[in-house]
């Protein structure tokens, strides 16, 4: 195997591309879009759109370079079965999960709002994760299909940097996987915990992983 290396921090990663894969997280209608779930509670989603170009051109050097793609949502079955009851009951929202939304019912797999936004779709040989929580090693066979693929190291992008993102990637090293997180393929509604976040991944000596950009993961994929 070819071995490269990314300029991140703490300090460069070297990776090799056939033990790699783009694993980008729950860019979703639901959290990204006008009218979704995500504006519904509040937050204004531009904080989130601004991940979607940089991960697009991340995304496509991937493909080009032969790299495993894996997308994930953050969803729940139809009947609700799978949802915590303490999930569903917390914030005491007037429209919360599984209730009827603009996009659909909220955070049910195959609404609308449930699904990957148009500039990110996956292409028909990329697996899409269903996941109920956060992280997107739980409850999922997101680990037996990485280890098949004998993947070492994870690129990570998607929303929101200080939950869905970064359950995943103290998830994936706790399992021996490095983890690299491009800073401007991801995103959270609050400033200040897409700042920390990142901080957290990259500190004591990359604790958690590495932080990057897209410029300089698709400069390294070449």
């Known amino acids: 195997m070819s071995q490269r290396t990314i300029d991140a921090e703490p300090y460069p990663l070297a990776f090799q591309p056939e033990a ?24 204004d989603v531009s904080l989130l759109r601004s991940a979607i170009e940089p991960t697009k051109a991340l995304l496509e050097t991937a493909r080009g370079a ?21 999930k569903l ?7 919360g999960i599984g209730d009827a939304g603009p996009m659909g019912r909220v955070l049910i797999r195959g ?5 990957i936004i148009p500039e990110l779709y996956p292409a028909a040989d990329e697996p899409v994760i269903d996941k109920s929580g956060k992280g997107a090693f739980y409850e999922t066979d997101l680990d037996l299909i990485l280890n098949n693929r004998g993947i070492k190291t994870l690129i990570v992008c ?35 915990f897409q700042r920390i976040g990142l901080e957290m991944i990259k500190a004591q000596g990359g604790i958690f992983g590495w932080v990057s950009d897209a410029g300089r993961v698709i400069e390294a994929l070449g």
Request: charged share 25%; hydrophobic share 35%; proline share 7%.
């Open 111 to 115: 609404e609308y709002g449930h699904d």
């Open 158 to 192: 998607g929303v929101t940097t200080e939950v869905c993102v970064h359950t995943t990637v103290r998830e994936a090293n706790d399992r021996g996987y490095e983890c690299v997180v491009p800073s401007d393929c991801v995103g959270s509604y609050f400033p200040e």
């Open 66 to 86: 032969g790299l495993l793609v894996i997308h994930t949502r953050e969803g729940h079955r139809p009947d609700l079965t799978d949802a915590p009851p303490a």
């Open 89 to 95: 009951a917390r914030g005491h929202l007037e429209v």
């Open 20 to 43: 790699t894969a783009l694993v980008i997280i729950d860019m979703q209608r639901d959290f990204l879009e006008p009218g979704g779930f995500g504006e519904m509670l509040g937050n």
